[in-house]
């Protein structure tokens, strides 16, 4: 609530440049910011530190993740902080440790189990290098967003030299501050970009607030629409606006109290970073009272990367310094490799944008992921795809739709999983005249309590399937493969915006029409755009159904770090050959299912035994209910 009691707060720390509190990007300290700190005085709410830290990116050094160094002189680290896994985690619980000291970290991989508001959550580390040091042990309860975690380092040589590091060592100066570039009011630091709009302190107590990360794998999103407007009043847990995900359309339910005094971004606005009140756009402004909501008409915030002059200004100015002239360029390596972070490469390559022409701020230039989303220049075009020149017709011949975030996704999952995971496929067929026989009987007695269709039953028989054969319920974890002790169904949906899978959590111990009742509720949730992400994030098995199109049969592509999913054909009729029958055959139905199974993790003969015991559940339904 911002009717926190106020305190002033004398503060003098280095410059950091400003992120969300809650993400768990890498942030760059400069050894300049260290050498010149700034005070600032002012009253502050003491729940209101993230808001005022990026307006102003010199004064508070509270950020998930901080690469530099500390109070003695340590080799290049990177600080990982408790991360905010949930929109609403303020705190969490420490379970099992999944790396130990001196383990190598590639990204991707599980760091360490967190209990958070909704579940026991994976924390998926999206750094490289070597575990140095952890702050906090298995089993430690209550532990706010924003604590230490752990560190990182680089090198595995320079694990030794963290043995004895505390928390009150993170923050002091690099080594060899005086070589770097001048301060960070100068236009030479392109890392920290002075913000030129009004100044908050000749205005009312307010918040500002950024664009939420409203999913752990979510970097940007789009505006929807307001469900408020200026004037209105907020009370907590009230939706504030409609916002695009990289998962789903979903309502920003706002947990502060008081009234909205200016609205930034207009919907439909796409694109907007996570935390971009550092970067001047903020979604909006909240105050305590009514009255001041007229005061903040005018207000406006600014951002110091907003065009392309003041970039350029830095490359005007001759500089002495040998560190600000090595800035010019990229670093490489020995080899001449560009060196960059893992989400930069990533980020780059799917933005078609060269590495070579991005200026890192990272520890000795390497280039971060804010330096990729910041980068002002024209983006390659892809190699692989020859420029196409159509004859001009009298009207346009092609309708071009923009990517929506969710498609986007998509694109970038499975594609990554057809290339990176070893796909092969099995395909049986099953005789339906039991079972279909068994759904119309109980549908039948139902009363309307329920309608059970084919898919539950498939549903039903995978998770059994799954407790029989174990080892197709597991997920490749890089270095160890894990094996669940619950199926958790994924069940495809096709939505307006893209596909997406919630999950029938638990479904070996659920009954038949549960799990009826259980994927129509999450189906209708899906459509409208309001699953929950502890509803589709996360499940150990993937069911893709496309029998009702008349589809006989296909494959589907896996949904990684899942080991397998299931495609399932529709219902036809077969003639097969039958002694007792008057004229030697009958009339049988009968559907396909193909396993598509990841073969680091699912040899062929374990797959084949696990449609073997899926055929049994199906063909003999009862086997299901007893």
């Given at each position: ?22 993400s768990?990007i890498?942030?760059t ?8 700190p ?9 729940r ?9 990116p ?12 500390a ?5 290049s ?14 705190q ?6 999944k ?5 190598s970290?590639?990204p ?7 209990e ?44 030794p ?10 923050g ?19 890392s ?8 908050p ?44 995900t990289?998962?789903?359309q ?6 502060e109290e ?38 903040f ?13 003041p ?20 670093l ?6 560009v060196i960059?972070?893992p ?10 944008i060269?590495l ?27 190699a ?22 969710i498609?986007k996704?998509?694109?970038d999952r ?5 290339q ?29 309590k ?22 197709v ?20 949906v096709?939505?307006?915006t ?19 009742n ?6 209708e949730?899906?459509?409208d ?41 529709g219902?036809?009729e077969?003639l ?7 004229k030697g ?8 299912v ?7 993790v ?7 035994k696990?449609?073997?015991s899926?055929k ?11």
């Open positions: 609530m911002l009717r926190a009691h106020r305190r002033t707060f004398a503060i003098a720390t280095p410059v950091i440049p400003a992120r969300s509190v809650a768990p890498p942030v300290i400069s050894a300049s910011a260290r050498a010149t700034a005070p600032c005085a002012m009253p502050l709410a003491p209101r530190f993230s808001m005022y830290a990026e307006l102003f010199r004064t508070f050094p509270l950020r998930s993740t901080v690469r530099g160094y109070s003695k002189i340590y080799p680290h990177v600080v990982m902080n408790m991360p905010a896994l949930s929109p609403t985690m303020t969490g619980n420490i379970g099992t440790w790396k130990s000291i001196g383990d970290i590639s991707g991989d599980v760091l360490v189990e967190i958070t508001d909704k579940a026991q959550m994976d924390f998926e580390c999206q750094e490289e290098g070597y575990l140095a040091q952890t702050f906090l042990k298995a089993g430690d309860k209550d532990v706010p967003v924003g604590t230490p975690l752990c560190i990182l380092v680089e090198n595995k040589s320079d694990v030299q963290f043995a004895n590091f505390s928390v009150s060592e993170i002091g100066a690099p080594p060899k501050a005086s070589a770097t570039p001048p301060a960070p009011a100068s236009p030479a630091a392109p920290a970009p002075a913000v030129t709009g009004s100044n302190a000749d205005f009312p107590s307010h918040m500002l607030m950024g664009m939420p990360a409203l999913s752990p794998t979510m970097t940007q999103g789009n505006i929807g629409v307001w469900k408020k407007k200026v004037g209105d009043k907020i009370v907590p847990g009230e939706s504030l606006v409609e916002i695009e990289d998962k789903a979903m309502d920003f339910e706002c947990q008081g009234y909205i005094a200016k609205i930034f971004l207009d919907a439909n606005t796409k694109d907007v970073v996570v935390g971009t009140v550092s970067i001047g756009k903020p979604i909006c402004i909240i105050v305590e009272d009514k009255a001041d909501v007229e005061k008409a005018s207000f406006t915030v600014g951002s110091g990367n907003s065009s392309a002059e970039a350029a200004e830095p490359a005007a100015a001759p500089q002495s310094v040998t560190p600000a002239a090595q800035a010019s360029s990229p490489r390596s020995s080899g001449g490799r960059a972070s989400a930069a490469k990533f980020i780059a390559a799917t933005k078609g060269s070579e022409s991005i200026v890192g701020t990272g520890p000795h230039g390497r280039i971060l992921k804010g330096d990729v989303l910041s980068f002002k220049g024209v983006a390659q075009k892809s692989a795809l020859p420029s196409f020149v159509a004859a001009a017709p009298s009207g346009l011949a092609y309708l071009d739709t923009p990517l929506s975030n498609r996704v998509i694109a499975l594609s990554e999983s057809k990176t995971i070893p796909h092969y496929y099995l395909t049986i067929e099953l005789n339906a005249d039991t079972v279909l026989s068994l759904r119309e009987t109980l549908n039948k007695q139902a009363n309307g329920f309608k059970i269709s084919l898919n539950d039953f498939v549903i039903k028989a995978s998770s059994l399937a799954l407790r029989d054969v174990p080892a319920n597991s997920a490749w974890q890089g270095t160890f493969i894990r094996e669940f002790q619950t199926s958790d169904i994924s069940v495809a096709a939505t307006e893209g596909l997406i899978t919630p999950i029938v959590a638990g479904a070996e111990s659920k009954g038949l029409a549960n799990i009826s259980t994927v129509k509720a999450l189906a949730k899906a459509r755009g309001k699953l929950q992400p502890h509803e589709y994030q996360g499940g150990s098995f993937t069911i893709s159904n496309l029998g009702m199109f008349g589809i006989k049969s296909f494959t589907a592509i896996i949904n990684p770090p899942q080991a397998a999913i299931l495609a399932v054909g219902v036809e077969k097969v050959a039958d002694a007792s029958a008057a055959f009958r009339v049988q139905k009968v559907f396909n193909t396993l598509s199974c990841d073969h680091r699912v040899d062929g003969a374990v797959g084949a696990w449609l073997q899926f049994g559940y199906i063909e003999n339904p009862m086997t299901m209910v007893l």
